[in-house]
């Protein structure tokens, strides 16, 4: 898969104007470098991913003021009985996300595709939690995230994660430029409420994954250490 599709498809149907197809398109690197940098990092291969050209906005629900921007989302796929997770990568993310900040979402991103993995394989997908606020999803979404510094053996890696995810991602700069850059822009937006962002797949469709018995085993390990280091933060 073409991780630029949806991008390119947008500007030749002229939805995204050229400045800002040059600018994605020239810093798109820097997302590929931190894709690479996080497989290397993990020992783990990161998921498909691909550049969304929109700006992706979430509430609480549909009549809501208060809403969150999503630079990236894990999302599950069945396809023709196949299960695969994609990463979807906002466009806005690519423009404007300075180095550090576009990995540490993508390094964030990846705990969450572990974290599915991790779930599909204990089939405690039938009924995820739904957060009826942004405060209560960021709080609920840091509590069940593998440890980043068992995952990752980067040093500056980590650090980006940590100073930019103490409680929840915020980049101030980066959402202002988001607002100024695309959003006042009239640039493609999508809409999403919290409880659509929460993952549902059947029993049926659960017990059709097949999952490498060697990740698996990796993904366990990596369970245990992070459960040893929370533990160790309580006392």
Request: proline share 4%; hydrophobic share 40%; net charge positive.
């Given at each position: 898969m073409d991780p630029l599709v949806r991008l390119k498809d947008a500007y030749q149907k002229g939805?995204?104007?050229?400045?800002v197809y040059d600018?994605?398109?020239?810093?798109?690197?820097?997302?590929?470098?931190?894709?690479?940098?996080?497989?290397?990092?993990?020992?783990?291969?990161y998921p498909v991913a691909y550049v969304e050209p929109s700006l992706?906005?979430?509430?609480?629900?549909?009549?809501?003021?208060?809403?969150?921007?999503?630079?990236?989302?894990?999302i599950p796929v069945m396809f023709e009985e196949r299960f695969q997770v994609v990463i979807q990568i906002s466009a806005p993310?690519?423009?404007?996300?300075l180095k550090g900040t576009i990995h540490a979402i993508l390094a964030h991103e990846f705990l969450h595709f572990l974290e599915l993995i991790?779930?599909?394989?204990?089939?405690?997908?039938?009924?995820?939690?739904?957060?009826?606020?942004?405060?209560?999803?960021?709080?609920?979404?840091?509590?069940?995230?593998?440890?980043?510094?068992?995952?990752?053996?980067?040093r500056t890696l980590l650090?980006?994660?940590?100073?930019?995810?103490?409680?929840?991602?915020?980049?101030?700069?980066?959402e202002d430029k988001a607002m100024k850059f695309w959003s006042d822009k009239n640039l493609p937006k999508t809409n999403i409420t919290l409880?659509?962002?929460?993952?549902?797949?059947?029993?049926?469709?659960?017990?059709?994954?097949?999952?490498?018995?060697?990740?698996?085993t990796k993904i366990d390990e990596l369970e245990e250490k992070s459960s040893k280091v929370?533990?160790?933060?309580?006392?």
């Open positions: 939805v995204i104007p050229q400045d600018l994605t398109i020239e810093r798109f690197p820097i997302t590929v470098a931190g894709i690479n940098r996080i497989e290397k990092a993990s020992g783990i291969r992706v906005l979430s509430s609480s629900n549909a009549n809501s003021y208060e809403f969150g921007i999503l630079f990236a989302r894990t993310l690519v423009a404007y996300g991790r779930k599909i394989s204990k089939m405690e997908l039938l009924s995820d939690e739904i957060s009826g606020n942004l405060f209560e999803n960021v709080y609920s979404d840091e509590t069940r995230l593998f440890e980043p510094r068992v995952v990752f053996k980067d650090d980006h994660i940590t100073k930019r995810f103490p409680a929840g991602f915020r980049d101030y700069k980066l409880d659509s962002n929460t993952v549902k797949l059947s029993a049926e469709s659960l017990s059709k994954i097949k999952i490498d018995p060697n990740f698996l929370r533990k160790k933060k309580l006392y």
